[in-house]
C-alpha cells in the first residue's frame, strides 16, 4: 500500500494529456458528422391494407401498461381465453417512469399496445401507428366524435383534428369522491350544489377534527392539477382550457379566471383542508388512506368504482365538482384511458383487433364497467351492463350523462405536452402547497415552460 | 563456442537485452491491446462523443443542429440547471465530511479495541451498507423516512413528536434527507479504512505521547491525523466521487423532487437525454460533471498524497 | 498498551451503537415485509399475523430464478474477461515497460474518476447502433470498457512489485513473453487477482445505470436494475416492495457473508489503490 499511482503526479504530466484530449474532443466536434440522422416517415401515412383479425397463428403482443391498474391485464387475460392463439407478454411500470420512457420505448423497443400519457410529441415524431384505416375498416369514425377527439392529431401540431393516432379502452369520468360515513358525521346529507356550499363542508370536517381532503401530489406526479383543473372550469368555459390543452395557437392558461381558481386553491391550502403531507404522497398511498376511512373527501376518476364498490361498499359516494353558481354548468376531465400502437410494431392488426374487441365485445364491456368502473367506447346505443342503483359505479356512469348534456368534458391540462406535468405542473403545485409559490407565479412559470415545450 | 565470430560476439546478456528491446515494444503493446480496445470503444470515444453532441441540439431521433456554446451558456443562466450542481455539493456535506469526520472520531476511540472480537464481528457487519446495491439503500430508507416510518416513530418515542413529517417530501429537508441515506452508506467504509490505517501507526509514538501526559485529543490531533493523510485522502475522494454523479439513490427515493429540490446533475442529465429528449443539454452537463469531478478530486489527491510515505 | 477502562467502555459503545444503526434498516424491511400487502405499517411494528406468504408471492413476481440467472450471466461475461485483459495490461504497462507505456497508462488513469452519467448518452445510441440493445451484451460490453481504468491500475500496482531478475532468469531458461507471463507472473499474482475479481463482481453485480438505460426486460438487467424494476411495478405496494427487495439482497448478502474476510480486505485494498 505504499505504492502511488504515478498518474497522480503533479501537473507536469497531466497538463499535455488534458490538451490531447480538449484538442481531440474539439477535432471531434467539427471534423464528425452531426448526430442523428432524418426522423422515421414511417407513420406519416396509415397502412394501406390492414386485416381486421389475429389470425389463427401463434402470435405474442407486447404490452407496456401502467401499473396498479388491473383493467388491461383482465381484458387482455379475457381475451386469451377467446382467442387461445393469442399470448400476452406484458411489461409494467408507473406512471410518471412511462412518460419518461416512452419516446425512447417507442423507438427502440416498441411494444405493440402501450399506454400513452401523452401523444402529441410522439405523434409529431412519427413513433404513434396512423390508425385511421383501422377506424374506416371497423367504424370507429361512426362513434360519437368527440370520443375520438382527443387521440386526434393534425399536421399542425394541434390535436383535436387530423389522423387518428391513440384509441382508448374506454373514457373515464373524474370528480370528487367521499365517504358517506364522514359525511353524516358533519351533516353533509347530499352533494354540495355550489361552490361555496362545498368550501363550507370543508370547513365543517375541519372543524370535527376530519381531514378533509387527501390528495396525492409527491414525487413526479402533481395530484393536485385535478382539483385545480375543476377549480378552473367552475370559474370559466372550458373550451380555452381545452384549447391550451391541445396545443392552439395563441392558447395561454394564464387567464384571470384560472387565476381565481388557483387562488381559490391556496385559500383551500392555507385554510389547512389538505392533509398536512400531501407533497409525499402518491397515488396509491391516497387510495389507501381514503379506503381506510382517513379522509372525507379525495379527486380522483371512476377508474377506480370498481375497486371502492368492492372494498368500501355502501360507503363511498361520487359527485361532479359543483359550479361557481346555483345551476351553473359542471365540467369534468372526461378522457379516454389512452393507449396507442407503435409505430414499429410487428403486430399491429392484432393489437387493433384487440382494440376493436375491447369496445364491442359483450364481456369486454362488462369487464370494462365491473373492474375498469368507466364507460366502454363505443356507440351511444351499444351494450351496458346492469349496475347496481346504489354503486359508486352507479353515480360515476350518470355523471357522464350530466357532462354530455353540459358539454363540459375537458381533456387533463396534464396532458398538454409531454414533459408539462413532470416537469412543470407538479414541481410548481408541490411548491404552492408548501406556500413557496404564487398563484400568479404558477400560472406565469407554467405558461412560460408551455411555450418553450410547444415550439421545441 | 570458440569460432571465427566469437571474438566480435558481445556477451550473452547484452545482445539478449538488445534483441529483447524492440521485440517487447511492440509485445508490449500486443499485451495491452485488448484493454486499450474495449476502454478506447466503450469508454474514450463515447467520451469524445459527449462533448460533440454538447455543440449541438439534438431531440435524438431527427438531424441535429449546431448551436456552438449555447447549451454552455444555458447552463449557466438556467437557475434550475445551475441548482442541481449545488446540490451536488450540499450532497458533499453529507456524503464525504459527515462519513469521515465521524469516521474518524469512531476511529480514534475504537482503536485500542481493534483487535476484539467485537471488531471482527464489527468490520463484517459495518460493511453491509457497502456491499448493497444503492437502490437498496435508497429503498430501505425511502420507507424509514416516510410519514408512517421508523424515523418519525423514534422521534415520537423520545418526545420530539413536533419535529415528525415527511422527510423526502418536505422542500426544507428533502436534500438533507437524502444526504442521510448518503452517509449511512459511506460511514462504514470511513470508518474501517481509517481503522486499517490506524493500525499501521506505530505504537510506540501513542505510548509516548501517553507517558509525557497527552490526552486522547492531543494524541489525535498529532500522531493520528498526520499519519492517516493518505487514508482520509482516499475517503474523501471516493464519497465526493459518489455525491456529485449521484444517482441511483436520488433516482428511487425522490426522482429529484419534491419541485427541484434533490435534482442532481447526474439525474438531470438523465432525464433530459431520455425523456425531454434534450440529448445536447444533457451532453453539455455531462461535460460539467466530468470536469467538475476532476476539479475536485486532483486538488484532495495532491494535498493528501505529497510523498508522506 | 496503556488503556483505561474507560476508553475501552466508550469504544465498545460506540461501536455497538454504530452497528446498530447500520443493520436498523434490514431489520426494518424484514418486519415491513411481512405485513399484509397493500398496507403502510407504522414505523418498526411486529405484524398481528406475519404474512410469510409475502415472501413467497415476491418470489413469483420477481422471477426470481430468472434474475439470478441473469445476473450471474453478466457477471460470468464480465468479470473473467475484465481479469484478463486487466491483467495483460498490467503486465505490459508494470512489468514489460514498452515504450510509452507511460502515457498509455495515463489514458487508463484518466478514465478513473469518469462518471458513468458522463457518457451514457452517447453509450445508448451506440448501443443500439450496435443492435444490442436489451440484451445482456449491452451491458456486458460497456462495463468491460468502463473498468478497465481500475483493473489496469490494480494489476499494474501488483506487476511493478515483481522483480526483473524473475523475468530474467526465466529467458534465461528458454521462456518466451507469453511463457513468462502465463506460467510465472500470473501465479504469483493470485492474491490480487482474486480481490480484483471480488471487487469486479460487486460492482458489476449492484450497477444500475447502465441496466435501467441500455436494458428494458428486467430478466435481462443486472440484480440491482432488476430491483428498479421490481420498485417500478410493485413500488406501490409497500410490504411487497420490502419482501421483494430483501430476497433480490439475499444472493448478494450470502455471497458477502461467506466471503466476507476476502472482501473486505479487497474493499479496503481497492480504495486505497484506486
Known amino acids: 500500500m505504499t505504492l502511488t499511482p504515478s498518474g497522480r503526479h503533479p501537473a507536469g504530466r497531466t497538463r499535455p494529456l488534458f490538451a490531447i484530449l480538449a484538442l481531440s474532443g474539439a477535432l471531434a466536434a467539427a471534423a464528425c458528422s452531426a448526430p442523428g440522422g432524418d426522423a422515421p416517415s414511417a407513420g406519416a ?318 364481456k369486454a364491456r362488462d369487464i370494462g364497467v365491473k373492474v375498469g368502473g368507466s364507460h366502454p367506447m363505443g356507440p351511444t346505443d351499444a351494450y351496458m351492463p346492469a349496475v347496481g342503483q346504489d354503486t359508486v359505479t352507479a353515480s360515476t356512469l350518470a355523471a357522464g350523462a350530466t357532462i354530455g348534456k353540459d358539454n363540459g368534458a375537458m381533456d387533463f391540462i396534464a396532458n398538454a405536452t409531454g414533459a408539462i406535468y413532470a416537469k412543470s405542473w407538479t414541481p410548481q403545485l408541490q411548491k404552492l402547497a408548501a406556500g413557496q409559490q404564487t398563484p400568479q407565479g404558477l400560472l406565469t412559470a407554467v405558461q412560460k415552460d408551455y411555450e418553450s415545450q410547444v415550439k421545441g | 563456442m570458440a569460432g571465427p565470430l566469437a571474438a566480435t560476439a558481445e556477451p550473452a546478456t547484452e545482445r539478449g537485452r538488445r534483441r529483447r528491446r524492440p521485440r517487447s515494444a511492440w509485445l508490449g503493446w500486443l499485451f495491452a491491446l485488448p484493454a486499450v480496445v474495449v476502454y478506447l470503444t466503450f469508454v474514450i470515444r463515447p467520451l469524445l462523443l459527449t462533448v460533440q453532441y454538447s455543440f449541438y441540439d439534438w431531440n435524438g431521433i431527427g438531424a441535429a443542429t449546431w448551436i456552438g456554446l449555447d447549451n454552455y451558456v444555458r447552463l449557466f443562466t438556467d437557475s434550475e440547471l445551475s441548482a442541481t450542481i449545488l446540490h451536488a455539493f450540499e450532497l458533499i456535506l453529507f456524503f464525504s465530511f459527515v462519513p469521515v469526520l465521524l469516521g474518524l472520531a469512531v476511529a480514534a476511540t475504537i482503536r485500542q479495541i481493534a483487535q476484539s472480537r467485537l471488531a471482527l464481528v464489527a468490520r463484517t457487519v459495518l460493511f453491509l451498507p457497502q456491499v448493497i446495491p444503492l437502490v437498496a439503500a435508497g429503498i430501505m430508507w425511502t420507507w424509514l423516512l416516510s410519514t408512517t416510518g421508523l424515523v418519525n416513530q423514534l422521534l415520537s418515542a423520545i418526545g420530539l413528536g413536533s419535529l415528525t413529517r415527511a422527510w423526502l417530501g418536505d422542500f426544507d429537508t428533502a436534500l438533507p434527507a437524502v444526504g442521510v441515506i448518503g452517509a449511512w452508506v459511506q460511514i462504514g467504509l470511513c470508518t474501517l479504512l481509517l481503522l486499517a490505517g490506524m493500525s499501521k501507526i506505530d505504537n510506540s509514538l501513542y505510548e509516548a505521547a501517553r507517558l509525557d501526559g497527552a490526552g486522547p485529543l492531543r494524541e489525535f490531533r498529532s500522531i493520528t491525523l498526520p499519519g492517516l493523510r493518505q487514508e482520509i485522502g482516499v475517503c474523501v475522494t471516493v464519497t465526493v466521487i459518489s455525491a456529485l454523479a449521484s444517482f441511483d439513490i436520488i433516482y428511487v427515493s425522490t426522482q429529484g423532487g419534491p419541485g427541484n429540490a434533490t435534482m442532481v446533475p447526474g439525474l438531470e442529465i438523465y432525464y433530459l437525454a431520455f425523456a425531454e429528449r434534450e440529448v445536447g443539454m444533457a451532453s453539455a452537463l455531462a461535460v460539467a460533471l466530468t470536469v467538475l469531478v476532476l476539479l475536485c478530486v486532483l486538488p484532495i489527491q495532491r494535498l493528501t498524497r505529497d510523498g508522506t510515505r | 498498551m496503556i488503556v483505561t477502562r474507560r476508553e475501552t467502555l466508550t469504544g465498545r459503545v460506540l461501536l455497538v451503537l454504530l452497528m446498530v444503526l447500520t443493520v436498523l434498516p434490514f431489520v426494518s424491511l424484514f418486519v415491513t415485509a411481512l405485513h399484509p400487502s397493500g398496507t403502510y405499517p407504522d414505523g418498526l411494528s411486529w405484524p398481528s399475523s406475519p404474512q410469510w406468504g409475502n415472501f413467497v408471492d415476491a418470489f413469483q413476481a420477481a422471477n426470481m430464478e430468472r434474475l439470478l440467472l441473469s445476473s450471474a450471466l453478466i457477471v460470468l461475461g464480465v468479470v473473467p474477461v475484465s481479469i484478463v485483459f486487466g491483467t495483460m495490461a498490467g503486465f505490459a504497462f508494470g512489468h514489460l515497460r514498452m515504450p510509452g507505456h507511460r502515457l498509455g497508462f495515463l489514458v487508463f488513469v484518466l478514465g478513473l474518476t469518469l462518471p458513468f452519467e458522463g457518457l451514457i448518452t452517447p453509450l445508448y445510441y451506440q448501443v443500439r447502433d450496435m443492435g444490442l440493445l436489451n440484451t445482456r451484451w449491452a451491458i456486458i460490453l460497456p462495463l468491460i470498457g468502463l473498468f478497465m481504468p481500475f483493473s489496469v491500475l490494480w494489476m499494474r500496482a501488483h506487476f511493478v512489485t515483481m522483480p526483473d531478475e524473475l523475468s530474467e532468469a526465466a529467458r534465461i531458461d528458454g521462456a518466451n513473453t507469453w511463457q513468462l507471463f502465463w506460467r510465472v507472473h500470473v501465479p504469483l499474482a493470485r492474491p490480487a487477482l482474486t480481490s480484483l475479481g471480488i471487487l469486479l463482481f460487486l460492482w458489476t453485480w449492484n450497477q444500475f445505470l447502465l441496466a435501467i438505460v441500455l436494458v428494458d426486460d428486467p430478466a435481462k438487467r443486472t440484480m440491482a436494475g432488476a430491483l428498479g424494476a421490481f420498485q417500478g411495478q410493485w413500488g406501490t405496494d409497500i410490504p411487497l416492495l420490502c419482501a421483494g427487495s430483501l430476497l433480490i439482497l439475499t444472493p448478494t448478502l450470502a455471497i458477502f457473508l461467506i466471503f466476507q474476510r476476502r472482501f473486505v480486505a479487497a474493499l479496503l485494498q481497492g480504495s486505497l489503490k484506486g
Open chain 1, 45 to 362: 401515412s396509415a397502412p394501406a391494407a390492414v386485416k381486421t383479425t389475429c389470425g389463427t397463428e401463434p402470435v405474442t403482443l407486447k404490452g407496456y401498461f401502467e401499473t396498479g391498474f388491473p383493467l388491461p391485464k383482465t381484458l387482455a387475460d379475457a381475451f386469451t381465453a377467446q382467442f387461445p392463439n393469442v399470448k400476452w407478454d406484458i411489461r409494467e411500470d408507473q406512471f410518471a417512469v412511462i412518460t419518461q420512457n416512452a419516446p425512447r420505448v417507442l423507438s427502440d423497443d416498441p411494444p405493440d399496445l402501450m399506454r400513452i400519457p401523452q401523444m402529441s410529441e410522439l405523434a409529431k415524431d412519427n413513433l404513434l401507428l396512423n390508425l385511421d384505416s383501422y377506424a374506416s375498416a371497423y367504424g370507429w369514425d361512426k362513434w360519437p366524435a368527440s370520443q375520438l377527439e382527443q387521440m386526434r392529431f393534425g399536421s399542425n401540431g394541434e390535436r383535436g383534428a387530423g389522423p387518428l393516432y391513440a384509441m382508448g379502452l374506454n373514457f373515464s369520468m373524474t370528480g370528487i369522491f367521499y365517504n358517506k360515513k364522514l359525511a353524516a358525521q358533519v351533516g353533509m346529507t347530499q352533494p354540495p350544489q355550489t361552490l361555496a356550499d362545498f368550501d363550507a363542508v370543508l370547513q365543517k370536517a375541519k372543524d370535527a377534527g376530519i381531514t378533509p381532503i387527501n390528495q396525492f401530489n409527491g414525487g413526479a406526479t402533481g395530484g393536485l392539477a385535478f382539483p385545480l383543473q375543476n377549480l378552473m372550469a367552475a370559474y370559466g368555459e372550458t373550451a380555452p382550457i381545452n384549447d391550451w390543452i391541445f396545443n392552439k395557437q395563441g392558447a395561454t392558461i394564464n387567464t384571470p379566471g384560472n387565476l381565481q381558481a388557483t387562488q381559490h386553491l391556496e385559500k383551500w391550502i392555507k385554510a389547512g383542508y389538505l392533509a398536512p403531507d400531501i407533497n409525499s404522497q402518491d397515488y396509491a398511498m391516497m387510495m389507501s388512506r381514503f379506503i381506510g376511512g382517513k379522509n372525507l373527501f379525495i379527486f380522483s376518476g371512476d377508474w377506480e368504482s370498481g375497486n371502492l364498490d368492492k372494498q368500501m361498499a355502501g360507503n363511498a359516494g361520487f359527485f361532479l365538482m359543483p359550479p361557481a353558481q346555483a345551476g351553473g354548468k359542471q365540467a369534468a376531465m372526461s378522457a379516454p384511458l389512452t393507449y396507442g400502437i407503435s409505430a414499429k410494431s410487428k403486430n399491429a392488426d392484432c393489437a387493433a383487433f384487440f382494440l376493436n374487441w375491447v369496445a364491442t365485445d359483450q
